[in-house]
């Protein structure tokens, strides 16, 4: 067997996975798959080593055609997984083509029939080179092996134990079931009531602690087994950071961490390709929608903190966007929700908060929106803090004074904007900023543009509006993508999309368009 | 009765060594021609090839075989003149399958030991009306 077919091998086999059985056996506790692959590795390895040395220890030469052999000469094919065999006859070769040479018959071990192979062959043949080994060594120290083979073997060795229905996991770490402590329904009960008292996420430890169970059983495997009776009962769910379980009561979350808010839901954009400003904005906005539903967005650098400019939608539902360079604010997390809480820059209030990876959203914030008044165009900074697990959240206060902005109703089913002087107490993006004059009626134009209208034609039929309030007749595509959010849910990337693919719309430089009334629909 | 597959580039191909009798001619014959000249010299006729040793190009082992077969596979198609781009393409598909001792392959692999037209055309040619040399579909048994 060739060295890459036998760390293709490793962690595959029924005899690997019955090792490993016996390696937690004698354990009593879980083990990671680092420690499992560590172990079987070190195992493979030695007992490789092993067999090739009582190989080597039996003395047999290799067979090489060009060699002369004797009858009862005992030989090792390496061509042959290194099998042995002996000599039974010698006799002369029989063909004009490559001279004289000798053919020798071999009784190889489990065989009933001898086979014949080339002797005294000069001719160049791959088994006459002196470099060929007679018996493959693995070279490799257990150490060297896990650090060259260890990240695949620990991915083959998952794969293999999940199938397995001797073993179970919880997170990245493995055990027999049949080992497993009995958690019965009275400590999930006890559970369930420490985690309604502490009003938190509790770690599997912690609650542990308040369960009393027997001493007989190992802290670590006592864990592992309740957080496998966690995990298999739908009252909890673990809302922690990879590598950190915390556990939580499903009917205590927030409606909206459990099933994305329909506001948030925006229709699959087509991928347009924008120019460099346009793809510069959008970039700027770090808006979920453009995920397009793609989870597999490299994840951002960490960073420190994050300037978003609110929508109408996220103002709605009380959330922000959960992009990657969000996300780097955050823990990794790996659960469908992760629970966080915020922290008020100036008033150090906390609140809680969810960071909900299926919807890409952080929600929890329509109080913190409402009470500080702020409308689709306003500034949200998010900050890390000491602890992981909290996001401190601030906006750009200003005094309260009468400004001249757009205004947006729904009139006779179409969106309308007009100026308006409005009390505004927070910083805000220009060309974003959009006052709510009446939500209702928002609410009717929005039920009739997700049922009927493209995108394109949405956009003609606001750009009028915002066009009549700026006195060059153009609209900058932030703006679009602000009014349009107001009746539907859209990423900059789809309405800068829909802008660039329509011939009713030229852009003029600056992120900015104009309207060519002759390719209106 | 067994749905007959549309034959594609991954289709294989083999020699079906009875057609040459059928068609009255000489299989051995054929397979004597495609012989480089060293060893149409050490066997001037097909029938002055019998059975000898041949020794597995990796493993050594020695199995009885036909010396036109033996000295094709292991001599004569590992020579830069057994195929040439002046070799029509029906005979070079033919030595494509002597050199591979008649293994079945597919107009892909064919192309590639051929070094000359395109997959789908050597499809083309062999599904035609004539059949080339007794180059059929493989029918596995």
């Known amino acids: 067997m060739s060295s890459s077919d036998f760390w293709n091998e490793v962690g595959t086999t029924n005899a690997d996975v019955e090792h490993l059985y016996g390696f937690l056996l004698e354990r009593g506790a879980p083990a990671t798959s680092r420690e499992l692959t560590a172990h079987l590795i070190e195992w493979r390895v030695r007992e490789e080593e092993k067999k090739l040395a009582e190989l080597a220890a039996r003395r047999s030469p290799l067979y090489q055609p060009k060699q002369a052999f004797e009858v009862g000469q005992h030989l090792v094919f390496a061509a042959l997984g290194n099998r042995e065999g002996v000599v039974k006859q010698v006799r002369a070769g029989d063909n004009p083509r490559l001279g004289e040479f000798k053919v020798i018959a071999v009784q190889l071990a489990d065989e009933t029939k001898p086979r014949e192979f080339a002797a005294e062959y000069g001719a160049p043949h791959p088994l006459n080179e002196d470099h060929a080994k007679s018996a493959e060594s693995l070279e490799l120290t257990p150490e060297q092996a896990v650090a060259q083979h260890g990240a695949a073997v620990r991915a083959a060795l998952a794969q293999r134990l999940s199938v397995d229905k001797e073993f179970v996991h919880v997170g990245d770490e493995w055990f027999l079931k049949g080992l497993l402590p009995e958690i019965h329904a009275g400590y999930l009960n006890l559970a369930e009531a420490a985690i309604e008292q502490a009003n938190d996420a509790v770690r599997t430890a912690d609650l542990l602690k308040v369960l009393d169970l027997p001493d007989t059983v190992k802290k670590s495997t006592a864990l592992f087994a309740l957080g496998i009776a966690l995990e298999n009962d739908e009252r909890f769910e673990d809302v922690g950071p990879n590598g950190d379980a915390r556990w939580y009561l499903t009917r205590l979350e927030f409606s909206e961490a459990r099933e994305r808010p329909a506001v948030l839901e925006a229709a699959p954009a087509g991928r347009v390709a924008l120019s460099g400003e346009l793809e510069l904005i959008a970039a700027e906005l770090f808006d979920e929608a453009d995920l397009n539903g793609d989870t597999g967005k490299p994840p951002a650098a960490p960073r420190a903190e994050i300037t978003l400019t609110l929508t109408y939608p996220h103002r709605q539902a009380g959330t922000l966007p959960l992009t990657p360079p969000v996300c780097a604010l955050l823990p990794n997390f790996s659960q469908p929700r992760l629970k966080i809480n915020f922290q008020d820059a100036t008033t150090q209030e906390k609140f809680t908060g969810y960071a909900v990876a299926d919807g890409h959203y952080l929600v929890g914030l329509s109080q913190w929106f409402a009470a500080r008044k702020l409308s689709p165009g306003a500034y949200v900074m998010l900050k890390r803090s000491a602890d992981p697990l909290t996001l401190t959240i601030d906006y750009q206060p200003q005094r309260e004074h009468s400004l001249w902005v757009r205004v947006a109703r729904g009139v006779n089913g179409h969106l309308t904007f007009s100026q308006e002087k409005r009390p505004i107490a927070h910083k805000y993006d220009e060309e974003m900023l959009i006052v709510i004059g009446d939500p209702v009626s928002l609410d009717a134009v929005a039920q009739a543009a997700r049922q009927q209208r493209s995108l394109a034609v949405l956009l003609e039929d606001v750009f009028p509006e915002l066009a009549k309030l700026s006195g060059a007749g153009r609209v900058h595509a932030k703006t679009l993508y602000s009014a349009i959010n107001l009746i539907r849910r859209a990423g900059p990337r789809a309405v800068m999309g829909a802008l660039t693919e329509s011939r009713a719309f030229t852009p003029v430089g600056g992120g900015y368009f104009v309207l060519n009334e002759a390719h209106i629909r | ?141």
């Open chain 2, 1 to 141: 009765m067994a749905p007959i597959a549309r034959p594609d580039t991954k289709t294989l191909f083999h020699i079906d060594l009875t057609w040459f009798e059928k068609n009255g001619r000489d299989a051995r014959e054929a397979i004597h021609e495609a012989l480089c000249d060293e060893c149409r010299a050490r066997y001037p006729t097909p029938a002055d090839a019998r059975v000898v040793d041949r020794v597995h190009p990796q493993t050594g082992e020695v199995t009885r075989a036909d010396a036109l077969w033996e000295s094709i596979v292991d001599h004569c198609a590992l020579k830069p003149g057994y195929v040439t781009p002046a070799t029509p393409l029906t005979a070079a598909i033919f030595r494509a399958l002597l050199a591979n001792g008649n293994q079945p392959l597919s107009s892909e692999q064919l192309q590639k030991r051929a070094g000359k037209s395109s997959p789908t055309a050597i499809l083309k040619l062999l599904l035609g009306s004539e059949i080339e040399n007794g180059v059929v579909p493989f029918e596995p048994k």
